[in-house]
């Protein structure tokens, strides 16, 4: 059995990641690395996350005692602050642990249901206006994340919940300085925040500008509340009751109802064995299967012979990753429902058969079965690790950058446009918005095992380029034996519906020319994603003795140990 539900706990286009004049520090203790060439290392414990604020607080919560399951949470509330266009309390996520004391992977699943009153039909072009739809309060579905941080907090946490919001509500309540991909992201999406919105993130009427101090007063105090109270402030209390006058103003779907039924399910994860390594990831319903599924095929082939970046093994990659993406759109579903068939999928056999099919010298046209894609925009993501081997991959979103740009009043809360993500046409197919079902989600964070023992973890957002990269940040550590900040930068490429392959400028132009003489359609691009991982070294008895942690250089995280 490929996955197994365990009861809960208490508690239409692909759109790459660009950053503009981005850069990274990774950092030893004492000392900065130097951007782009070295991992941070970490005797203790490892954090990397996408801004460097959420990293210093996780770190200070493992130097204060806390295990890695603590730092999650903080990380995740500081994010919530300091990179607010991507996650947060109104979002939704996916979480994988390592449970060190049990010995034990499991899934976390965040993403919520689709709230019971939604009419999925306000989403198809025959209805009027439909697009607004999809981006409006209309597509906003149940928040989940909340209850997975108390979820890790109450099952694994060992410092009490309150303390884990103290830096998140100090950074709200004094403020920060906008960094310049921040304020790109104010200014693109400032004309259509509602009022309350823009009288936060706004100045004189106008965006924030880079270098301006934004001060979150209310989330501070919303921050307090959940501190003080747990998640029922949010799914039943004053929090959440502000969330459910907001969709009756707005026209949502999102009800009280809806929030006051969110539970925070632990499920079994999914795993397949490469080249000697256990890759363990989450179950459906996420829908990150495909990255196995890509790795499986690539499993046969030989990686190291081939070379790495090189035309060949691109080319097989790329046939890898679109026959992958195609088993999302026909398989992808609730697995109480209509569960993928994950026994034949990840199957040795599926994978040999398949590969049979591939041209060495011309690439197939990609056929969808009969539906688009709706992915993930602006997501962020992040690894933590401690002294006695637990981990924390998380991914955790908005959707779109500040969701569906509605902050609820009072709150200092976005509110996520989940739905927006769907498939809507036909209607019907798996991915439609079926109401009262779980958001089927395509994040994808990943645990590595070398000889029984979690070795590595990673993840990142990209929307649809998620399932994508992290296959071929798996193949660089373990295929091609580089160390977790190599394989983080190394160059990458995306299949982009229906026909196009982005490819980033590190690949070599000859690279390019050959591939193209095979059928494929380029596009040149910068930044696809912007990942975060960790590497740990064992002693002899078994015992975490050293960490490694990257964050992108594609994006301006921060990977620290200590």
């Not at 179950?283 to 599924?293: C, G, H, Y």
């Not at 769907?422 to 095992?449: H, Q, Y």
């Not at 193209?516 to 960790?534: D, P, Q, S, V, Y």
Request: glycine share 10%; hydrophobic share 40%.
């Amino acid at each position: 059995m490929f996955f197994k539900k365990q009861s809960p706990q208490r508690a239409v286009f692909f759109l790459f990641l660009v950053f503009l004049g981005g850069f990274f520090i990774l950092v030893q203790p004492g000392k900065a690395a130097e951007a782009g060439k070295q991992a941070a290392v970490g005797t203790k414990g490892i954090i990397s996350s996408a801004h460097p604020l959420a990293t210093q607080a996780g770190l200070k919560v493992l130097e204060e005692g806390g295990n890695a399951f603590d730092a999650a949470v903080t990380v995740a509330a500081v994010l919530n602050v300091v990179e607010p266009m991507n996650s947060g309390m109104g979002g939704y996520g996916t979480i994988l642990i390592y449970a060190a004391e049990e010995k034990r992977t499991r899934f976390l699943d965040s993403s919520g249901k689709i709230p019971a009153a939604v009419n999925s039909d306000v989403f198809r072009p025959s209805y009027p206006h439909y697009i607004k739809n999809r981006t409006g309060a209309k597509a906003v579905s149940t928040p989940g994340n909340v209850n997975a941080w108390w979820a890790l907090s109450e099952k694994y946490g060992k410092l009490p919940w309150a303390v884990l919001f103290e830096r998140a509500s100090e950074l709200a309540e004094a403020g920060f300085r906008v960094s310049r991909e921040l304020s790109m992201t104010i200014k693109r999406a400032f004309p259509v925040f509602n009022e309350y919105g823009r009288s936060i993130y706004g100045k004189n009427g106008h965006p924030l500008e880079h270098g301006d101090i934004l001060i979150q007063k209310d989330l501070a105090f919303s921050l307090r509340k959940l501190a003080e109270m747990g998640p029922k402030v949010f799914y039943a209390g004053s929090l959440g009751e502000a969330v459910d006058k907001a969709m009756k103003k707005y026209g949502g779907f999102l009800s009280l109802t809806d929030l006051n039924a969110d539970r925070a399910e632990w499920w079994d994860p999914i795993r397949i064995s490469f080249q000697g390594y256990d890759v363990v990831t989450a179950s459906p319903p996420s829908t990150a299967f495909p990255s196995l599924i890509r790795l499986g095929l690539m499993s046969r082939f030989d990686g190291r012979a081939l070379g790495h970046n090189s035309a060949d093994y691109l080319h097989f990659f790329i046939e890898a990753t679109k026959h992958a993406f195609w088993c999302r759109l026909a398989y992808a579903g609730d697995p109480e429902v209509k569960p993928p068939p994950l026994e034949k999928l990840l199957s040795e056999n599926y994978w040999s058969e398949t590969v049979k099919k591939f041209n060495k010298n011309k690439a197939l046209t990609f056929f969808p079965p009969g539906i688009g894609s709706g992915d993930h925009k602006h997501t962020t993501h992040f690894v933590t690790a401690d002294r006695w081997g637990n981990i924390v991959s998380a991914t955790q979103t908005l959707g779109n950058s500040f969701g569906c740009r509605i902050m609820v009043e009072g709150t200092g809360i976005w509110l996520n446009n989940s739905l927006s993500y769907c498939t809507f046409e036909p209607k019907g197919n798996p991915m439609d918005a079926f109401p009262g079902r779980r958001k089927l989600s395509g994040d994808c964070p990943t645990i590595i095992f070398k000889d029984g023992k979690p070795w590595a973890a990673l993840g990142t957002p990209g929307g649809h380029t998620i399932g994508q990269t992290v296959p071929q940040m798996v193949m660089n550590l373990i295929t091609f034996g580089m160390d977790i900040q190599e394989a983080l930068s190394a160059p990458r490429v995306s299949f982009v519906e229906p026909d196009l392959i982005f490819v980033e400028y590190g690949i070599p132009n000859e690279v390019i020319e050959e591939l193209k003489k095979r059928g494929h359609k380029i596009r040149r691009t910068r930044g696809l994603t912007n990942a975060h991982g960790l590497t740990i070294v064992y002693d002899d008895n078994g015992k975490p003795a050293a960490f490694k942690g990257a964050a992108d250089p594609r994006g301006g995280g921060l990977a620290a140990g200590f």
